[in-house]
């Protein structure tokens, strides 16, 4: 089982609103990342987990806010987004030693 | 400065023939490479791997090759199926936390 499940699917809100995106695996990986992808664009990495810890912070904005509050659940947490901010949001994980990233289907987030 | 380059934005192959894609890499430390298909608003899938200690895998139809010394790899799809079209990301990573994607290719199998 190589699936990396993500809610909602699409999420539109208000520049002040505040939402949270969901990440799960039960796949028993101990990494798992937040990237970004634009529109004809790659993805591009934000914050990775490692064992539950915050190890890499690509100098995001503090209007993303990520938690992983155990070794299955990522969560990205949304506050006062800017138009430009809207993208598919993918999460990916990854087991201890391996060096492939399994993909979620991501979520479309619009901020309007 | 882009790390991992992938040169053709498109390409277009008739169903049945060879898809060749291909990917450049400037950081010598990256020695695990990745290929990566996406379809739109869905989650890059996995394709295939190699490590730099082999310049060739096949799995099915999916070949890669890497040539260490000149900084490049490909992966080849035989034969090329219209299920095939996609967008090609190659991605790149070190022993830490670095995995670097390319820009993509997007590939036209035309049946």
């Known amino acids: 089982d190589t699936e990396v499940t993500q809610t909602p699917k699409h999420l539109v809100m208000g520049m002040t609103n505040k939402k949270s995106l969901k990440c799960e695996q039960h796949m028993g990986h101990r990494a798992m990342y937040w990237y970004k992808q634009k529109a004809k664009k790659p993805p591009e990495l934000m914050f990775v987990y490692s064992y539950e810890k915050l190890s890499i912070n690509e100098s995001v904005p503090s209007r993303f806010s990520p938690e992983c509050p155990n070794s299955s659940l990522l969560n990205l947490h949304l506050h006062a987004l800017q138009p430009e901010d809207s993208a598919l949001y993918l999460c990916?994980?990854?087991?201890?030693?391996?060096?492939?990233?399994?993909f979620g289907p991501g979520t479309r987030l619009t901020v309007t | 400065d882009q790390q991992v380059k992938q040169n053709s934005p498109s390409l277009s192959v008739q169903e049945g023939r060879i898809s060749i894609l291909n990917c450049d890499y400037t950081n010598s430390m990256f020695d695990y490479f990745l290929w990566y298909k996406k379809y739109p608003a869905e989650g890059p899938t996995f394709l295939i791997s190699?490590?730099?200690?082999?310049d060739k895998n096949e799995d099915g139809r999916f070949t890669v090759f890497l040539n260490k010394s000149a900084k490049h790899l490909s992966l080849h799809i035989v034969p090329s199926q219209p299920g095939d079209s996609a967008v090609y990301f190659c991605a790149a990573s070190d022993y830490g936390q670095n995995f670097v994607f390319g820009p993509g290719t997007r590939l036209s199998v035309l049946p």
């Open positions: 190699i490590s730099s200690i082999k």
């Open positions: 990916a994980s990854r087991q201890t030693g391996g060096r492939e990233q399994y």
